[in-house]
């Protein structure tokens, strides 16, 4: 089976421009989040969506957006780049607690590595 | 605010020499507490769920153990292919999003042969 997957995989930018990152969960997988994990520290949680909606939202600018569309995938979307947003982000999926889940296993893609210049 | 410190930030084991990781936290009623792996350049990858203190599990050489204020990741006889980052993360209970995971920021461990 397919795990997450994650475009582009590497991608550079310069200030102030744009960027929208991609991502499709596991097939079955209703919840969809995403995190930025900068150089050498932990993820950081920046949003989670399930069924089109979100359910969380972590301590990120409104420059960060995102949706989630009737196949569960998802976009992240970065507005008026800063240096300090060059970092891996990740998305992460997992079943629903409606689907029996066990709350917190989340199955990580392999990111997008995001650089600005 | 929920908090995970990581203890050591790095660790170098030669192969076969047992040693354990740390994981500290606070969290205003946790829900769980996890323990990812994650290899240069690639997204974390699941290893186990702790629920409740007390709780051990294990896989291959890692064994996870949980109190109600920490958890250890043990390693027993350690091969370089154990060689990665170790992230911990913890989720609150409450109201907070389930698919939010608050990380510590690892510990990088090589084993050298």
């Known amino acids: 089976d397919a795990g997450v997957t994650q475009s582009p995989t590497h991608l550079i930018k310069t200030r102030g421009q744009q960027v929208t990152l991609r991502c499709s969960p596991i097939s079955g997988h209703k919840s969809v989040s995403w995190y930025q994990q900068v150089l050498g520290q932990g993820p950081q949680f920046i949003f989670q969506?399930?069924?089109?909606?979100?359910?969380g939202r972590g301590n990120f600018p409104d420059r960060f957006s995102a949706r989630q569309f009737p196949n569960y995938s998802s976009e992240l979307n970065v507005n008026a780049l800063l240096l300090g947003d060059s970092a891996l982000y990740l998305c992460?999926?997992?079943?629903?607690?409606?689907?029996?889940?066990?709350?917190?296993?989340?199955?990580f893609g392999e990111g997008s590595r995001l650089t600005v210049l | 605010e929920d908090q995970v410190t990581q203890s050591p930030e790095a660790l170098r084991l030669q192969e076969g020499e047992s040693s354990s990781l740390n994981c500290s936290y606070t969290?205003?009623?946790?829900?769980?507490l996890f323990w990812y792996r994650q290899d240069p350049g690639k997204g974390p990858e699941f290893l186990f769920t702790l629920y409740s203190a007390g709780e051990e599990k294990e896989k291959e050489r890692l064994k996870a153990t949980l109190t109600k204020k920490e958890s250890f990741l043990h390693i027993t006889a350690p091969k370089p292919e154990d060689s990665a980052t170790y992230l911990c993360?913890?989720?609150?209970?409450?109201?907070?999003?389930?698919?939010?995971?608050?990380f510590g920021q690892g510990t990088i461990l090589t084993v050298h042969p």
């Open positions: 969290v205003s009623g946790l829900r769980g």
């Open positions: 993360a913890v989720q609150a209970g409450g109201g907070t999003s389930y698919g939010k995971l608050t």
């Open positions: 969506y399930y069924e089109k909606e979100e359910r």
């Open positions: 992460a999926s997992s079943l629903a607690p409606s689907q029996r889940a066990r709350v917190g296993e989340l199955f």
